[in-house]
């Protein structure tokens, strides 16, 4: 009665706001995967070892012009986001990046004493978080809706919608990427 009823309130939807409703969703799921992967023990040389490889990437980062960091940040992010739209496998692999930034998390903040938790939270200070967790809650997101569409045998249909959410995503990473690059010239500099 109450998942008829539900439904019932579902279809009742346009579609726009079933997908912002969607995104919302899988944007809070996807928070707490990561916040997940933060609570990950970690041995002493995992923590070492995981720090080790973010460090070189920082290194490349750090010491790029603006132009090759944004291009850096942004190809990297953009290729994981193309991944997570992949139906019926991109949200298991949208999950497991996550978590896996999650205990990247984990062990930044295990070698500097502080609770990863946290630092997680804080990060959504800047706004490029908040853009990137965005972008990726879309291509989960519409990969449901893909994978959805599939099954009930409409999915060509919906490969036009699939085609401007990553147009959609491609721009929100780009404005996360040039965000995120002059915020680490600014601090390198200050340094």
């Known amino acids: 009665m109450v998942s008829a009823l539900a439904l019932d309130v579902w279809n009742k939807f ?3 706001v079933k997908r912002i409703i969607t995104i919302g969703m899988v944007f809070v799921l996807s928070l707490a995967i990561t916040i997940a992967g933060t609570l990950t023990p970690l041995t002493e040389e995992e923590i070492t070892q995981i720090n080790n490889e973010l460090e070189d990437l920082r290194g490349i980062v750090y010491n790029s012009t603006v132009t090759r960091g944004t291009a ?28 896996s930034t999650g205990v ?3 062990a930044q903040s295990a070698a500097e004493g502080m609770n990863p938790v946290i630092v997680l939270l804080s990060l959504f200070i800047l706004p490029f978080t908040w853009l990137e967790f965005i972008a990726y809650s879309t291509a ?40 995120e ?11």
């Open 14 to 16: 346009p579609s726009k």
């Open 72 to 99: 850096l940040i942004f190809g990297n992010n953009f290729m994981l986001c193309l991944s997570f739209f992949v139906p019926f496998f991109g949200p298991f692999f949208g999950g497991y990046v996550l978590y």
């Open 104 to 106: 990247s998390i984990a």
């Open 140 to 179: 989960i997101a519409q990969s449901v809706w893909l994978t959805w569409r599939i099954i009930k045998h409409r999915g060509k249909r919906e490969l036009v919608n699939t085609c401007v959410m990553i147009s959609l995503c491609a721009v929100i990473l780009l404005i996360a990427a040039i965000i």
């Open 181 to 191: 690059i002059l915020i680490i010239q600014a601090v390198t500099s200050a340094l």
